[in-house]
């Protein structure tokens, strides 16, 4: 068999049904063979980084590693999406089709050295050299990507390999590998044990649950770990919908991108933190200020798959390596036997409920604009359940990170807070569509939108049910709050001239509809739901200096001013 038809065997005996790519002169073997392989559908991007991204949004809604490919000469355009998806332990393989063995070091038009760029990147970077190499390096992508820390892996096809010939009886997959995570590990029973104690001699435990969990498809398990414990649970941003957020124990988002003043406080008053799933970042412990890094007493336990993020920003008294759901059933069941119940932490429930009175408020704050509150609000009560939201760093992000409610545990939002690039959520949002084939958004921004436009001929094309929600602010509102905290004045760099969006989606024969103010937010939200296929919402607001969303360090800048501060 044809070392191209050997590559598309191969993919629908892993159950691959879609792969996000973009063509060039490199790759066209693979797409003549592909013609006689309608089970795979190609899913056309207009820019390799989207490809990606897709292929990123894909995974991150469902169990399945996304796929993508692309040709040499647009490799080097990924690299946005294989920096966040390698950050954030996404399972990705990027296929791609390379000049042949025997034209390198010859400048022949599209090459140069992928190894060193890729290497950096991904989990892995594979060159597969020859035809009878395709079946197995294949076969180690998707070992490698499915299982520990997951991560992208990088697979390149010099174009004489998809000509070679490749023995069939070498065409089969290990199918325990086609979903994720595929093998889960854990530690003894001794160290769970040893954990149990800790927890049983502490007064105040708090859990913090990271993008782990998501991916490890532990939502269920932590919630009900947790519950039988009554220990409040955190996320991180990235880890949002690890437990329900109307659960009574749930503190919500912490950190400084959608941490509140309450969660944060419950995070430092805690004797007990127990990190799940989170390599601890920045953003999720403001800067390792909040749970303090040194505190008198304090323990730390932490469960993760990855052996290098294992306790390396805390000092900690108890390491837990494996698989976030595994061992978090592993201790539900000790914690049964043994009788370790405990009970609810006292008046817990009732500054919670206190805390959630007074966000419910910001809600009544009026503003010559919309107030971000209220889109958040529209967006909770009028998207289904079902739907997974990709959301954009900015006005869109921090608002629903901090203030949205997820009902029942699992992946809800998919957040690109390990980079934090902009332009991620719109074809995020596409390969979720294709994972779960139900309503997605892409929640996004004047300057996100800008790097993804070309992707509305995408939408245009295939209508799949993707709604934009795009916050416009006409500038670069975070950079601007930034920059009023750090210099105490906006300095240029970050506003834009108007964009006539409306025109922007009549090119490309999308619906859309403007909200200019509050009143309005709710119906047109509604008829986008309702309206088939994509829209666009373009929701009028002020930029982050001016109403001052809830980021801890910019509380006293906005008190200072005088200017709004929603949180
Ligand atoms: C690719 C990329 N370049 C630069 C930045 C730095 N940056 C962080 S936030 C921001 C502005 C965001 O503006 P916008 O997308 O309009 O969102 P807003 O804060 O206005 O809601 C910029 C430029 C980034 N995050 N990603
Ligand atoms: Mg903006």
Do not use: C
């Amino acid at each position: 068999m044809k070392g191209a038809d050997a590559i598309l065997e191969i993919l629908a005996e892993y159950s691959v049904s879609h792969v996000f790519g973009l063509i060039g002169e490199t790759s066209f073997p693979l797409y003549e063979s592909w013609t006689r392989h309608p089970e795979i559908n190609h899913i056309l991007a207009r820019d390799e980084r989207n490809a990606v991204i897709m292929a990123d949004g894909y995974s991150r809604a469902g169990k399945r590693p996304g796929i993508s490919e692309v040709p040499g000469v647009g490799a080097s355009y990924i690299l946005p999406g294989m920096v966040e998806a390698n950050n954030s332990g996404t399972p990705m393989i990027i296929l791609s089709s390379d000049i042949s063995l025997s034209s390198e070091k010859r400048n022949f038009l599209t090459e140069y050295d992928k190894s060193a760029i890729f290497r950096s990147v991904t989990k892995e970077y594979i060159s597969v050299n020859t035809g009878n190499d395709i079946p197995r390096l294949l076969r180690r992508a998707f070992r490698a990507t499915t299982t520990g820390r997951m991560g992208p892996v990088f697979v390149r096809f010099p174009i004489n390999v998809y000509e070679e010939d490749v023995p069939e009886k070498e065409i089969y997959a290990q199918g325990i590998f086609s979903t994720y995570p595929s093998l889960r590990v854990s530690p003894d029973d001794q160290l769970i044990e040893e954990f149990l104690k800790i927890i049983a001699r502490s007064s105040f435990p708090v859990i913090v649950a990271g993008q782990g969990v998501l991916l490890s498809h532990g939502e269920n398990e932590l919630q009900d770990f947790a519950e039988y414990m009554n220990i409040p649970v955190g996320t991180t941003i990235s880890g949002k919908g690890a437990v329900s957020e109307e659960w009574e124990l749930s503190i919500g988002v912490v950190g400084s991108r959608g941490g509140t003043d309450f969660s944060n406080n419950v995070l430092s008053s805690a004797d007990l933190i127990i990190f799940v799933g989170t390599n601890a970042d920045s953003a999720s412990t403001s800067e390792w200020r909040n749970p303090p890094y040194f505190a008198n007493g304090r323990k730390i336990v932490h469960i993760d798959i990855s052996e290098f993020e294992l306790g390396n920003n805390y000092p900690t008294d108890l390491f837990l390596l494996g698989d976030a759901k595994l061992i978090l059933t592993k201790l539900l069941n000790k914690a049964k036997i043994a009788n370790l119940r405990r009970s609810t932490p006292s008046n817990f429930i009732e500054k919670r409920q206190e805390a959630l009175a007074i966000q419910d408020k910001l809600i009544d704050k009026k503003f010559s604009s919309t107030n971000p509150m209220r889109l958040v609000k529209a967006i909770q009560e009028v998207v289904p359940d079902s739907s997974v939201i990709a959301a954009d760093p900015g006005v869109g992000a921090i608002y629903s990170s901090a203030y949205f409610k997820v009902k029942s545990p699992g992946r809800k939002f998919i957040f690109n807070y390990s980079v934090g690039g902009l332009g991620f959520s719109l074809p995020a949002a596409i390969g979720a569509f294709f994972a779960t084939n139900k309503t997605t958004l892409s929640l996004t921004t004047d300057g996100s939108f800008g790097f993804f436009e070309g992707e509305l001929e995408t939408l245009a094309r295939y209508k799949p049910e993707v709604k934009v929600i795009l916050v416009n602010n006409g500038s670069f509102g975070w950079i601007r709050a930034t920059m009023l905290s750090h210099f105490d004045r906006i300095i240029p760099g970050a506003d834009f001239v108007p964009t006539d969006y409306s025109k922007v989606a009549a090119a490309h024969n999308i619906p859309y509809e403007v909200v200019q103010n509050d009143s309005e937010i709710q119906e047109k939200m509604k008829l986008a739901i309702s309206t088939p296929g994509p829209f666009i919402v373009e929701v009028v607001t002020e930029p982050e200096d001016k109403i001052v969303p809830p980021v801890p360090e910019w509380k006293s800048t906005a008190k200072r001013h005088g200017r709004e501060y929603l949180g």
